[in-house]
């Protein structure tokens, strides 16, 4: 399958690229960033930095520097200042593609009659595309994001970082009828990763140690924001799904996003009764099996090992 990452790396999001890039059953066609957990100069080194360190020949196309409507929201609480603190890496080799996110997605919608877009940050580059290609909307098979949450958030206590971040762009895409699937809060917080899987890390050799101090640092982020004691590798649950949806529980639910409300601005409004009538608009992801997840994790971080 053909994919395009989407996304503002960060620690989980750097999972994200490595688990896409390491599976053969995945094109990645390119990854595209966005302002989210930093700057989007932050996220543009970051991404390449992540490429850089196992060699992927992959190309990165930087996108919106600031949410479609709202001011830009980041997150130095929880990647530190540059995004993605807590390992030093030498800074990226590889250039960045001239070409911007927005109009990369379009080309490879062009090409390709089942593009899967995968958004694990801010869902502005996603509502750039649709409102600038709407003839082109039809052409992507389906949005499997990183978002949302049903009965929590983690910016306010409804409101997710990625919804949060762009409530806006995240309405248009919720509301663009391309076929969803959706990792929220409730499912991500299922993958709680360990000291236990940072020693895992550490033991598949000098590129992996760098995953496992990004892994402690972000551990450690966790611990101080939400008292919660691991790191929780939220954005790698997109790619996941899509190598192995059978390990993953989902109902179909009609999803809208909040963007007026006082208390409840970038919470997503699942409707589990179906209280509204409205048809679902998303596969909503509500359980995992933590087991397998890092089983398949680690199997395929090992074949980037042995490359
Ligand atoms: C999401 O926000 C970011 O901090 C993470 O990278 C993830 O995409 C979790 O709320
Ligand atoms: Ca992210």
Redo the contacts with the bound molecule.
Sequence with gaps: MRIVLD????H??AF?ILLAAASREIELLGVTTVV??SYLENTTINARKILDLFDLDVPVFPGCAKPLLRNIVVAPQIHGQSGLDGATMPPPKRSIEKIHAVDFIAQMAQKYYDLILVP??PLTNIALFILKYPKLVKRISTIVL?GGGIAFGNVTPVAE??IFADAEAAKIVFKSGIPIVMAPLDLTHQVVATEREAEKLRSMGERFQIMADLLMFFKSTYKNVFNIDGAIL??PCTVMYLLHPEIFESQDYFVDVETKGELTYGQTVVDVWRTTGNTPNAKVLLKVNREKFFDILFEKFGSLSRR
């Design positions: 996304c503002d790396p960060g989980d999001d994200a989210g957990n694990t940050g990183m970082f990625n939220h954005d």
